[in-house]
Nanobody, 125 residues
């Protein structure tokens, strides 16, 4: 499955932004999906995930309470609503999925085999 992210840009600290990720076909509706981010000079890190069957969500501590992950199966879409943004949230954001069931104990990028091209989010102070 191919993934395409959109919605990035420049925002001031304290602002909000919503990222979207659209899958190429509906099979992604049956896969767990996630958002990762990568800041310059740093490794790609887990942000949030959503289980396809239960709809349960899981967040990195750094974004818990500020970010919300959701999906809209009718549009083969995944979203990330980001509120109270901080300069430290500046990164390229990627959506990811995999046909294998995801385990919350593994927040590494290697747990996901399909990735989008990424969208830049820049938060100014």
């Amino acid at each position: 499955v191919e993934l395409v992210e959109s919605g990035g840009g420049l925002v001031q600290a304290g602002g909000s932004m919503r990222l979207s990720c659209v899958a190429s076909d509906h099979t992604a509706n049956y896969y767990d999906m996630a958002w990762f981010r990568q800041a310059p000079g740093k490794e790609r890190s887990f942000v949030a995930a959503i289980f396809w069957r239960s709809g349960n969500t899981y967040y990195a501590d750094s974004v818990e309470g500020r970010f919300t992950i959701s999906r809209e199966n009718a549009k083969n879409a995944l979203y990330l609503q980001m509120n109270s943004l901080k300069p430290g949230d500046t990164a390229v954001y990627y959506c990811a999925t995999d046909r294998a069931l995801w385990k919350a104990s593994d927040c590494s990028a290697r747990a996901f085999g399909s990735w989008g091209q990424g969208t830049q989010v820049t938060v100014s102070s």
